[in-house]
């Protein structure tokens, strides 16, 4: 018997990217909050910032490894990118209206468990 295993969750693939398809996306990991952050929509987990809506708010901020960071910025500079302002810091942009819908869940994955204490991640992967 074959078994298919279904993500947690499916984005849209069609459209613009919006604050709202981040935010349902990181509240399926544990331990995710709605907040704000320099005036504007965030999302925590422990208190610690993974994901904003950038004052302009045509992109989002989003905690990314440098390396990581590097990568999608090379792979896909219109979508990724960052300011002088962030270049010594490990977040990168992201144009909501560029970025593939697709791959949000795994952005958004990775800049949690930058974030997520040890227990939660064990939680996370206890329940997959």
């Keep these: 018997m074959m078994v298919t295993l279904r993500p947690r969750f499916e984005p849209r693939t069609t459209g613009m990217a919006t ?33 904003r809506l950038h004052q302009s708010m045509d992109c989002m901020v989003l905690r990314s490894d ?12 219109d979508a990724f990118f960052i300011t002088d302002h962030y270049r010594d810091y490990p977040w990168i942009l992201v144009r909501l209206a560029v970025v593939e819908k697709s791959a949000l869940p ?13 227990t939660l991640v064990k939680k996370y992967e206890s329940e997959r």
Excluded at 30 to 36: A, E, K, L, S, Y
Excluded at 106 to 118: G, N, Q, Y
């Design 66 to 77: 440098l390396l990581d960071r590097e990568i999608l910025m090379q792979s896909a500079p």
């Design 19 to 51: 604050f709202d398809d981040i935010r349902e996306i990181a509240h399926a990991l544990p331990g995710v909050v709605d907040g704000t952050s320099y005036g504007t929509l965030a999302l925590k987990v422990g208190g610690k910032l993974i994901a």
């Design 106 to 118: 795994d952005l958004i994955e990775r800049a949690w468990r930058l974030v997520a204490s040890k």
